[in-house]
């Protein structure tokens, strides 16, 4: 980030935002991460919680990437990657898997986003200036049918540009659908008078904060 | 004697004409009836309606080849990226594409097997997806009215076969395998093994065999290992 506003800011590391997510989810959650950023998060979970992953192609009990050697080709995960299953992981087909989650079986699921409203709205599946061919998988499912919603995100764009913003010019996955936002400068929850922050990088400052924020923010 | 074993492609593919709908399993490499999807591109047969959860990956395997073929008319598909075959028709406008929330395109084949003519849905309320489409207040809650989605045929990988078509599946390779079997008119199924009847125990059989009309025995060994950085979604 070239911002100069940002001297003497410390943003969260990838792996920082990855831990700060583990930690906050409680013992016995059966979990869905999405791709990319959120599936650090399965480095991060805490050893004596019992957490369950999902993956929407039909696993419950998902363990880490497995190492090419001892890999089992007929195992992958949402984002075909070879993976492990640990001890009492269950194998089910797509029908019930999308049961799971929008049937409100998933505790969470955490996803990346592109924009994320003030009212809970998110968008982070497609934009309109992109012209591949449009590409939805299971997020919409998620994002609807999941208990909780978290998102993970740096904070703006790369360009410098508001990705927590007063209402989401990009296509929509779902409305009123994130609950909390995890990003490279702060954690904040998405309340019925919107974004309010939890915790803050070490030395952004609240007016930095909003500024880079395309909604107020309230500071509890 | 119910036999539904097949003993040659030319035999388990007879019957799929110009225009068929194609409901094809397989979630990446894994569950994805190779051989029946080759056996296909090379019948000749044009203007196909393919239902999958993607839009294939290698264009010289599986149904990333048939789109290079010309075979595939339209696509309805929850996630039609990193097919390299598939993106080049699409730009050029020559193959339809109908993009469906994941969770909703298993549902909708699952109701078609299951004789539900449609359902209410809360997944993509107020998105672009449920644009055209009936929404009903149910609950205090909106939902988008999704029909069934019937096919001609199912292609499908299986683990092991019987000769009555009672199917068990491998590891994550199930996916969309069992819903598949059940929507379609005609099921064929792509089984590494076939058993004698009697050698699948009845707690094991995944897919029972009623839903099944052909079985070609294509001992094909695994789905090559994913790249491990390979993390494309969907």
Redesign the interface.
């Known amino acids: 980030m070239a911002d100069k506003r940002m001297a003497g800011c410390k943003p969260f590391s990838k792996a920082e935002m990855a831990a700060l997510v583990a930690a906050d989810i409680p013992e016995g959650w059966h979990v869905n991460l999405?791709?990319?950023l959120p599936?650090l998060v399965a480095d991060h979970l805490p050893m004596n919680r019992e957490i369950l992953l999902h993956?929407?192609?039909?696993?419950l009990g998902m363990g880490p990437?497995a190492q090419?050697e001892s890999?089992?080709?007929?195992?992958?995960n949402?984002?075909?990657?070879?993976v492990s299953l640990v001890r009492g992981a269950s194998?089910?087909?797509?029908?019930d898997?999308?049961a799971m989650?929008?049937g409100g079986h998933i505790d969470l699921c955490v996803l990346g986003a592109f924009e994320i409203a003030a009212n809970g709205d998110l968008a982070n599946w497609t934009t309109s200036s992109d012209d591949?061919?449009?590409?939805?998988?299971?997020?919409?499912?998620l994002a609807?049918?999941a208990r909780n919603v978290w998102v993970m995100t740096q904070h703006v764009t790369k360009s410098g540009e508001h990705k927590l913003v007063q209402q989401c010019r990009y296509?929509?996955?779902?409305?009123k659908a994130v609950g909390r936002v995890y990003s490279d400068l702060a954690v904040i929850d998405i309340t019925p008078n919107g974004f309010s922050v939890r915790a803050m990088a070490p030395g952004v400052t609240p007016a930095l904060l909003q500024d880079l924020t395309g909604a107020p923010l309230q500071f509890p | 004697m119910i036999d539904k074993e097949v003993q040659d492609m030319r035999s388990a593919l007879a019957g799929i004409k110009d225009g068929s709908s194609v409901m094809i399993g397989g979630f990446g490499a894994v569950g994805q009836p190779n051989a029946l999807i080759e056996g296909l591109g090379q019948l000749g047969v044009r203007n196909l309606t393919v239902i999958a959860n993607n839009a294939g990956f290698e264009a010289d395997i599986g149904l990333g080849k048939l789109i290079g073929t010309g075979a595939v008319g339209k696509i309805i598909c929850s996630f039609p990226r990193g097919s390299s075959t598939f993106d080049q028709r699409y730009r050029k406008g020559e193959i339809e594409l109908e993009v469906v929330p994941q969770g909703t395109l298993a549902e909708r084949i699952r109701a078609a097997g299951a004789g539900i003519a449609g359902f209410y849905t809360p997944t993509a309320v107020g998105t672009k997806l449920a644009e055209g489409k009936e929404v009903r207040e149910i609950g205090g809650k909106d939902h988008v009215l999704e029909y069934a989605l019937h096919a001609d045929v199912a292609l499908i990988q299986a683990w092991t076969s019987d000769r009555w078509g009672n199917l068990t599946y491998r590891g994550s390779g199930r996916n969309f395998n069992p819903i598949m079997a059940m929507a379609a008119k005609l099921t064929i199924v792509q089984a590494g093994t076939v058993l004698p009847l009697g050698t699948i125990g009845p707690d094991d059989i995944i897919t029972p065999g009623i839903f099944v009309n052909r079985v070609l025995c294509v001992p094909d060994g695994d789905p090559p290992l994913a790249s491990t950085k390979d993390a494309d979604n969907g």
Do not use: Y
């Open positions: 999405g791709i990319g599936t993956s929407e192609n039909g696993i990437v090419r890999a089992d080709p007929w195992i992958v949402a984002g075909k990657q070879n194998l089910f087909h797509h029908a898997s999308f989650i929008r591949r061919s449009p590409a939805v998988g299971g997020a919409m499912d609807t049918g296509p929509l996955t779902a409305r």
